[in-house]
């Protein structure tokens, strides 16, 4: 398996996988809004090595003033991906200066270690590890 920054030849493959593979159309048209309007700050595929995808992250520009960055979205039909594709996406953010993620509530949140470290509900945030040294 690969993970790799997506690639302007991805973008039609990734639509398709969207929609068909995960069946999931809105998050196709969410996606490819944010595209347009220049808000993902950082998407991530993992394919096989025949280049199928395998799964995908994206981040989306929404910094906060404590430089949190929301993790928007991200899925993989193997749970054993989401992990990996966050550990990336955590190592890259950090690289650019970020020092916390944001993510809705979730089991695989639960799983990366994500937790409830404010009164805010509705969002989970994790310190980038590299961060807290």
């Known amino acids: 398996m690969l993970i790799r920054s997506e690639a302007p030849a991805d973008l039609v ?3 398709q996988w969207w929609r068909d593979t995960l069946a999931n159309p809105q ?3 969410q996606l490819q809004q944010w595209r347009e309007q220049g808000l993902i700050t950082l998407s991530l595929v993992a394919t096989d090595d025949m280049g199928s995808t395998l799964g995908h992250i994206a981040v ?5 003033e404590d430089n949190a960055q929301l993790i928007a ?4 039909p ?18 650019l200066g970020y020092c916390q993620l ?32």
């Not at 989306?60 to 906060?64: H, N, T």
């Not at 193997?78 to 690289?95: C, G, H, K, N, Y």
């Not at 979730?106 to 040294?133: C, G, M, R």
């Open 27 to 29: 998050q196709a048209d």
């Open 102 to 133: 944001k993510i809705a509530p979730s089991p695989q949140a639960a799983n990366a270690e994500f937790a409830p470290i404010s009164t805010d509900k509705h969002w989970w945030y994790k310190q980038l590890a590299a961060a807290t040294v």
């Open 73 to 76: 979205v991200w899925f993989s």
């Open 60 to 64: 989306v520009d929404a910094q906060s």
């Open 13 to 15: 493959r990734l639509d």
């Open 78 to 95: 193997d749970p054993e991906l989401i992990a990996p594709l966050l550990d990336e996406a955590e190592s890259v953010l950090f690289e």
